[in-house]
């Protein structure tokens, strides 16, 4: 890691500094690409070598950016100073609701997790979560420089889970409310939205432009980037791929749809079509055995997953396609499944990069503080 991490950590509460666009937009390069020198910045942003010394003062100033050693540059052959984002200037907290747990992790702007916690709610009030999220701000900035709150949770996905009625419950009254107190925003957002943020922000660096994620669970959710912007839609609700057909005649879904993704892929409707099954894992460990009930439905689930892959494919040609949630309970064993619906589908048939992240429910929580970090940084502030 640069010398930047060795900065003295900065404590209290403190909305992240406002800067002209263009020097956030410095900033951003400086930290997805681990540290940039003078050049490299000015010829990637188009900037003249004047407004670059007041950009990278600004950001001096800000606590923002520190000068660190010369570097040989292959481009040049010669050695030039290297600017390093402070990583450890400010953290973002982020809290993840399912059902009435609420687990919390603070990260640096880096995404490095320097704090977790967990409770359970007790209460139907929304006002609960928010004090929740107050008392952790308090508690974490005794160490660190908190600058943004963001709350996710399944909002997208309404119905199923009460922790969608309980974070839409937060009004824009109550956040304002919260930002008077304590003078950060208090952001709320669709959990898989905030996913995406999380897998899509380290990528940056390396060119990943553009990104499908698909998580399947109770429902599946969809997280689509497009050149480095997340795709909300004019109302927010973009994304909403869960009810493509996939499979004619298959299986009925609850809106009345046969073969949709939900129908063949979700975990409920998996779990509905073996019978005595009480979740995914067990019909998965039951087709791995050998039962052929399972076996087929398994092998339905993966079909219906690279078959709506295929289409998004089609629509984005993104550089990446990242599965996660149940997603690895579906594939195991069943990649070739997958691969060859997507193909099957995939007009194109070039080559498609496929990722199956490690996921746990502490990643959750790290994606809302990501969140947090994507929407501060990407100017989409107040
Ligand atoms: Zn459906």
Request: net charge negative.
């Amino acid at each position: 890691m640069n010398e930047a991490a060795a900065a003295p950590r900065q404590t209290g509460i403190q909305r992240w500094p406002e800067l002209h666009p263009t020097t956030q937009a410095a900033f951003n390069r400086v930290l997805w690409d681990d540290g940039l020198s003078r050049s490299d910045i000015a010829s990637k942003l188009g900037l003249s070598r004047t407004r670059l010394t007041t950009i990278t003062r600004d950001l001096e100033e800000a606590g923002l950016l520190v000068q660190g050693r010369r570097e040989q540059r292959a481009s040049t052959g010669r050695p030039a100073e290297m600017l390093h984002a402070v990583t450890t200037a400010y953290q973002f907290l982020g809290l993840h609701l399912r059902g009435t747990g609420v687990i919390a992790a603070l990260v640096d702007l880096d995404g490095r997790v320097v704090w977790q916690n967990s409770a359970a709610l007790r209460t139907e009030s929304p006002r609960e979560l928010v004090e929740l999220a107050a008392s952790w701000l308090q508690e974490t900035t005794t160490s660190f420089r908190v600058a943004a709150v963001a709350v996710c949770g399944p909002l997208g996905r309404a119905g199923l889970d009460p922790a969608s009625q309980r974070i839409r419950g937060i009004s824009e009254q109550l956040q304002a409310e919260f930002t008077a107190e304590w003078s950060v925003p208090l952001w709320i957002e669709d959990d898989v939205v905030a996913l995406t943020a999380f897998e899509q922000w380290p990528q940056l660096g390396e060119g990943q432009d553009d990104m499908v994620l698909i998580s399947v669970g109770e429902e599946i959710g969809f997280g689509l980037v497009t050149d480095r912007k997340i795709v909300r839609g004019a109302h927010g609700t973009a994304g909403r791929f869960d009810h493509i057909p996939v499979l004619p005649d298959g299986p009925e879904c609850p809106l009345g749809h046969h073969g949709c993704l939900w129908s063949v892929c979700s975990t409920t409707a998996v779990v509905r079509a073996a019978p005595g099954a009480r979740s995914m894992s067990e019909v998965a460990a039951r087709a791995d055995a050998g039962d052929p009930v399972c076996a087929d439905v398994m092998a339905r689930a993966a079909d219906g997953l690279g078959t709506a892959a295929g289409y998004l494919v089609n629509l984005l040609d993104p550089d990446k396609v990242v599965l996660t949630g149940e997603s690895h309970t579906v594939l195991r064993g069943r990649f070739e499944v997958f691969h060859s619906a997507l193909r099957r589908v995939h007009l194109d048939g070039g080559k498609v990069e496929v990722g199956m992240p490690d996921f746990d429910f502490v990643e959750w929580a790290r994606a809302a503080a990501a969140f947090a970090v994507y929407r501060t940084l990407s100017g989409q502030g107040f």
